[in-house]
């Protein structure tokens, strides 16, 4: 079925829909407009500097999700050791930091 939005799946029988640009334009979107909003957060000057510093990181946060389930496919089945991976990462990093502010502090 040539120009179909349905493809074959490895399973003889079974179709899956084609996701198609539209979730990808959308995750785009989203994360430019996280990154204007921060960028004018951090324009003006006016804004209380905590209030700010929380901002970004909650943005950064979601920026990381957007990447990873939109760019990244980490969404779809079959990314449990990628995932597994990363998050091992994000704990062994978190872990030194935390070290290293107490090794410096005391």
């Not at 004018?40 to 209380?48: L, R, S």
């Amino acid at each position: 079925m040539a120009g179909s939005e349905y493809s074959e799946s490895p399973k003889p029988g079974k179709r899956y829909r084609h996701e198609g640009p539209r979730k990808h334009i959308i995750a785009y979107f989203f994360s430019i407009l996280l990154t204007l909003i921060a960028f004018a957060t951090v324009i003006a000057g006016e804004i209380n500097t905590s209030f700010v510093y929380i901002l970004l990181i909650v943005m950064a946060i979601l920026q990381v999700i957007i990447q990873m389930s939109f760019w990244m496919h980490m969404k779809d089945r079959g990314h449990l050791f990628p995932i597994i991976g990363i998050l091992g990462g994000v704990f062994v990093a978190f872990t030194l930091v935390v070290t290293a502010e107490y090794w410096t502090w005391w």
